[in-house]
């Protein structure tokens, strides 16, 4: 048999993975683990910088598990990283979307386990769709994607993965505060040693009826009236299924899952007391994946999706808007692993259909084939990870392609680089919607971008530092622009972004109190490169410059208190940069307390915006929630989970 | 660190290809764009200038009309000294001024009364379109030097482009185009100056038309009126009494501005019980100490008090202080009448105005005598694209009672002349009131309907309808000077002439088209005295 080195036999180990994930705590040969009786041990989570689709790309990986008893959505657990700006839409369960390094909501693949929630009908992916309950950890992958994720992903792609069935785990765990804010959630998973089955559910819902303050005159003067959000309430639910079986030397993963809600349409700055929004998402996948060889490995996977969105916006008209979605897709997949790594080839068709009132009946295939390499040289000094990728999606066409680096250079601090470039074909929306003050246009071509990015990565037993530099370049961007009467997309947009990113993570003296300190900085330098002679050479709107995240954290085995800071800097709602708005700065703290060992009983309390500032605003001015106590009663298997 | 390298270079070289994107047919010169057409300092290309005596033309410098080509420069043989009265007729030391009076053109001593001496030359800073207010300080291409200050005959908002255009009375292009705030929608003077207000920039812009050479016509100021909200919304600008009044419609509000800090000094929210599905304030007449503003979601007119609102408010003191002036308080820097902008009622107006079953959707307003008369574009609602649920109308306030004026049964209402429907803005013209219509069906099958100009003679009472004349433009924007009517295609970038003597149409683009082919004439204005 061929030797591999050590590097070589980690990719090895992690193509192997990818299809025999079997659980860890499953002893080799099938023998079960003798029970393990841990001391009372200090488990201090802190982010990890490797993403598993793409181990040379600019990544930073959230562990849900580190924020565990907090009440927290899957916005907030990915603003903790750098690059990432969350737009909040009124917050307390409303749409909220992410950018990465610029791009838009649009621009940025999101994924629950792989599978894309991106949908044909466009406007990006609303992450309080995703219940947060369900989450174990969420990649973000940073920079133009699309050779290992598809089209779609220019700015980056957000993968929330979810908890793995693993035997034997359960918990449950129930909240409650401010604004009539409940939430309570479970999940439990039965298996042995070739199988495994997990079921979880979840609800949420808030009366969202927080006071704030705001300035009617429009004037910035300071003369600011007190009011409480009307409409603002929020239900969401949904339920979680996932399986995994041990089929000859293969095995066999399905994930099922359903989520949705009704939420308020609370408006702003005219109030809309009457306007709601009820969603709805099913994603459904089976997967096989089976040794083919010595060094060979196959994988097949069958994938569904089904959404649903209806929206009553009364100024609109007494017509309720609604919006089917379906999509399927089948995808195939060979790795082969060689001396120097990993070849993966493969190939996946669907097909996509989505009937919305003011576009119609809308459908079409999409197919692509793609091939990289994971490749150790230098005896495994240096990581080398080229990509390539062809789309087609309806009779939109194009290469996505990546090639990443990774350098180790002396102890746990490597050199990362990469680039890439990657498309995303104009959605339904885009292409086909009429309705309102928006016009469709389907003379549309893809949007494309260019991204590069450098930077040292110390990642050890202290904890993570990743400093980078970063560059995009985003052409034939889609903007709404006037049409003949209202609002028209035109492939007209053009900006580069760069900027620094910084992240650092560290718990340097764990038997200190379990102290740990995480940091996150980003510097996003944007400039709009076309337009009218007054937008060009300024910045993007709503593109602030700076965002810094911190926190500091203890976590001893009874008891834990973290404190947060999430700092914002100016930017401007316009592309003349005439009109700023300020930065905000909000503080969260929380604190947990162990009630029971076994099972794991803890009581928790988490303040958000705890100095209580009724003046901060989301994108659209639509004013975000006061000071916010919540109560979590926490439970669970303190052996599995 | 090749492919760090590859990239970086790759979006460096990328990110220096900066395109500055004009409108059709005009150029970036520096970080405005300008219609290189009928621009005299940028004729044809950015920097050429056609200088003194030429005019642009179709972006060629040319000699201006009255002036004569001598040696092939442009000279003005009325007061040129080296040209004076015809080509090569040099004044001589003894006589070294070129005048010209009503006794004809010849060389003087000294200029006649009322003349400047641009150096030699004898000129009416008044009126010479060479030496407008200032020697050398020439006017742009079909501008006139109106009291020393250079003015075409028509202005417009160009809502696509951002920018408002000269043209003169015959529709030719005329100056330059100014770049303003994002989406000008409404016009109006105030003390020689033209104000826009910017709809989504949430500003107003100020043309002022007595600066130095070389661009004695330029935007001055724009100043943010919206200041907060994500996403502005100003539908309508009004000058009176030294003041200006803009409906905010992102706010619900109408704020009242002072033109010299742009300081908002009320705003007053117009719908205080907070009963509005939609606000939607729109036109504005001022009357009587008094602001009438169409609610077009709400379908009534609300009647602001704005008597105490006295212009060049005094300047707050430290801390906000006005102990100096007393009855005053301290509201953006100024000190502000507590009284000024007080909410004295809405006029609601009834469905019996209204020919759809979803409210009159009162537009415009224009006071004539002692009435009020509102356009009433009786949109329906309740479809997607709000088109016309019937006929367009017009209602009648009386403003001594701030009530509507009654009919025979119900409120007055008039109908307005087939085929007008969804009608805008009105102006009068002697005793008949001229309205712009016309419905783009954006939403459905793309065509136009009830366009025209129709009149209705205000000799009666009632107002009687009278004619309508058809166009093929949806209009909506009206003015009246030089006794023709003006309106301005909301589907294009077109300009209607209307003389109702002649009964003559006449149509010119003036709006440039944007770099995606759309073009709309969101307002248009005649110069003052005209």
């Known amino acids: ?641 | 660190m090749k492919t760090w390298t590859l990239s970086a270079a790759l979006v460096a070289l990328a990110a220096c290809s900066s395109q500055k994107v004009c409108p059709r047919g005009q150029a970036a010169c520096g970080n405005t764009c300008t219609a290189i057409a009928t621009d005299v300092n940028n004729c044809g290309a950015c920097g050429v200038s056609c200088g003194f005596g030429g005019t642009c033309s179709a972006g060629q410098c040319i000699c201006a009309v009255g002036l004569a080509t001598c040696t092939g420069i442009c000279v003005d043989p009325a007061s040129d000294p080296a040209h004076c009265g015809s080509c090569g007729q040099a004044c001589t030391s003894t006589s070294p001024f070129c005048s010209t009076t009503a006794g004809g053109t010849a060389c003087a001593t000294s200029c006649a009364a009322g003349q400047t001496a641009c150096g030699n030359a004898c000129v009416d800073l008044a009126s010479d379109p060479f030496h407008c207010g200032a020697c050398g300080r020439f006017c742009g291409s079909s501008e006139k030097c109106i009291d020393q200050q250079c003015m075409a005959d028509l202005y417009l908002a160009c809502g696509d482009t951002n920018q408002l255009a000269e043209a003169s009375a015959d529709l030719t292009p005329a100056g330059t185009t100014y770049t303003v705030g994002t989406r000008p929608v409404s016009l109006d003077w105030l003390g020689g100056r033209l104000y826009s207000a910017d709809s989504i920039g949430g500003s107003l812009s100020e043309l002022r038309f007595d600066l130095p050479a070389p661009n004695p016509v330029s935007i001055s100021r724009t100043f943010s009126i919206d200041k907060t909200t994500a996403f502005p919304d100003l539908e309508f600008v009004a000058a009176g009494g030294g003041l200006l009044y803009v409906s905010n419609s992102a706010l619900a509000n109408l704020d009242v501005v002072d033109p010299f800090s742009g300081a908002v000094m009320a705003a007053v929210h117009l719908d205080p019980n907070g009963t509005d599905l939609f606000t939607g304030p729109a036109g504005i007449a001022l009357a009587n100490g008094k602001a009438y503003v169409a609610l077009n979601g709400a379908d009534a007119i609300a009647v602001i008090d704005v008597s105490q609102c006295q212009p060049v408010p005094p300047a707050c003191g430290a801390g906000g202080d006005c102990s100096a002036h007393a009855g005053t308080a301290c509201v953006n820097g100024l000190c502000v009448p507590t009284g000024c902008g007080q909410f004295l009622q809405r006029i609601a107006l009834p469905p019996s105005l209204a020919s759809t079953p979803n409210g009159p959707t009162p537009y415009r307003l224009l006071q004539v005598g002692s009435r009020l008369y509102v356009t009433l574009q009786n949109l329906d609602r309740t479809t997607p694209n709000f088109a016309p649920g019937g006929e367009g109308r017009l209602a009648a306030v009386d403003l001594l009672t701030n009530a509507l004026v009654p009919g025979i049964s119900g409120p007055l209402f008039v109908s307005l002349p087939a085929p007008c429907q969804n009608p805008g803005e009105l102006v009068a013209l002697g005793d008949t009131l001229y309205v712009a219509c016309g419905f783009f069906d954006f939403f459905g099958t793309k065509a136009t309907q009830g366009n025209a100009i129709v009149t209705v003679s205000l000799a009666t009472d009632p107002p009687t309808p009278q004619a309508a004349i058809a166009t093929q433009d949806v209009l909506s924007p009206i003015a009246s000077c030089g006794g023709a009517v003006y309106a301005g295609a909301t589907d294009t970038g077109t300009v209607v002439r209307y003389d109702p003597v002649t009964g003559q149409l006449t149509r010119a683009p003036l709006c440039p088209p944007d770099s995606n082919g759309n073009a709309f004439v969101a307002d248009l204005t005649c110069r003052p005295g005209l």
């Open chain 1, 1 to 641: 048999m061929t030797r591999l080195s050590l590097a070589q036999r980690g990719m090895a180990a992690c193509a192997l993975a990818c299809v025999l994930a079997v659980p860890a705590r499953v002893a080799r040969g099938g023998e079960p683990e003798p029970p393990t009786f841990q001391e009372e041990e200090v488990v201090v989570r802190l982010p990890r910088a490797e993403a598993s689709t793409d181990p040379t790309a600019s990544a930073s990986v959230v562990d849900a598990r580190r924020f565990a008893g907090e009440v927290k959505g899957v916005a907030e657990l990915i603003a903790t990283a750098p690059g990432v700006a969350v737009q909040d839409y009124g917050g307390l369960g409303h749409l909220t979307t992410v950018s990465i390094r610029g791009a838009t909501a649009d621009d940025v693949k999101v994924l629950l386990d792989g599978i894309p929630l991106n949908t044909a009908a466009g406007g990006g992916v609303d992450l309080s769709s995703i219940p947060s309950a369900w989450i174990d950890h969420i990649e973000v992958v940073r920079g133009a994607e699309g050779a290992h994720a598809g089209t779609g992903a220019l700015g980056g792609v957000v993968n929330v993965v979810t908890k793995p069935a693993a035997a034997g785990a359960w918990s449950a765990q129930a909240s409650g505060g401010s604004f009539t804010t409940l939430s309570a959630s479970a999940d439990a998973a039965v298996g042995g040693d070739r199988w495994a089955v997990l079921g979880a559910a979840t609800a949420e819902g808030t009366d969202g009826r927080f006071p704030y303050l705001y300035d009617p005159t429009g004037t910035g003067s300071g003369g600011l009236v007190g009011a409480v959000r009307d409409n603002d309430a929020v239900r969401t639910g949904g339920a979680l299924f996932k399986a995994w079986s041990a089929v000859g030397g293969g095995r066999v993963d399905a994930l099922a899952q359903v989520s949705g809600g009704r939420r308020g349409l609370p408006g702003w700055p005219t109030l809309t007391p009457n306007d709601w929004q009820e969603d709805l998402r099913a994603v459904g996948t089976a997967r096989l994946g089976q040794p083919l060889g010595p060094s060979l490995f196959g994988s097949a996977q069958l994938t569904g999706r089904y959404d649903r969105l209806d929206v009553d916006i009364q100024q609109l008209g007494p017509h309720v808007f609604h919006q089917r979605g379906l999509a399927g897709s089948a995808r195939g997949e060979v790795q082969w692993l060689h001396r120097a790594g990993t070849l993966t080839v493969a190939g996946s068709a669907g097909l996509e259909r989505l009937t919305a009132d003011g576009a119609g009946a809308r459908q079409r295939p999409e197919w692509a084939i793609g091939v990289s390499e994971d490749a150790a040289l230098l005896a495994g000094r240096l990581r080398l990870a080229p990509a390539l990728r062809f789309d087609r999606v309806g009779s939109y066409s194009g290469f996505s392609g990546k090639l990443g680096a990774m350098l180790r250079l002396f102890g746990p601090v490597s050199l990362r680089a990469s680039a890439g470039r990657t498309f995303r074909p104009p959605s339904f929306a885009e292409l086909f919607l009429q309705q309102g003050i928006l016009e469709p246009n389907p003379d549309l071509v893809s949007e494309q971008a260019w991204t590069g990015d450098a930077g040292l990565v110390a990642e050890g037993a202290l904890g993570l530092v990743s400093a980078g530099a970063f560059a995009s370049l985003y052409r034939d961007l889609i903007v709404y622009e006037r049409g003949s009467f209202g609002l028209k997309p035109f492939n007209d947009g053009k900006a580069s972004v760069r900027g620094l990113e910084i992240e650092a993570a560290s718990a340097p003296v764990r038997r200190l109190l379990g102290l740990s300190g995480a940091v996150a900085y980003t510097l996003l330098l944007s400039e709009n490169l076309r337009g009218a002679p007054e937008v060009v050479g300024r910045d993007l709107p709503y593109r602030p410059r700076h965002r810094l995240y911190a926190r500091v954290a203890l976590e001893e085995s009874a008891w834990g208190a973290h404190v947060e800071a999430h700092w914002v800097g100016s930017a401007f709602f316009d592309p003349q940069n005439i009109r700023p708005y300020s930065a905000t700065t909000t503080f969260h703290a929380g604190g947990n307390v162990r009630l029971l060992a076994r099972p794991d009983l803890r009581l928790a309390l988490e303040v958000k915006n705890f100095l209580d500032d009724r003046t901060v605003v989301d994108a659209f001015g639509n004013p975000l929630p006061a000071r916010t106590i919540l109560f979590t009663v926490r439970v669970g298997n303190p052996d599995r989970g």
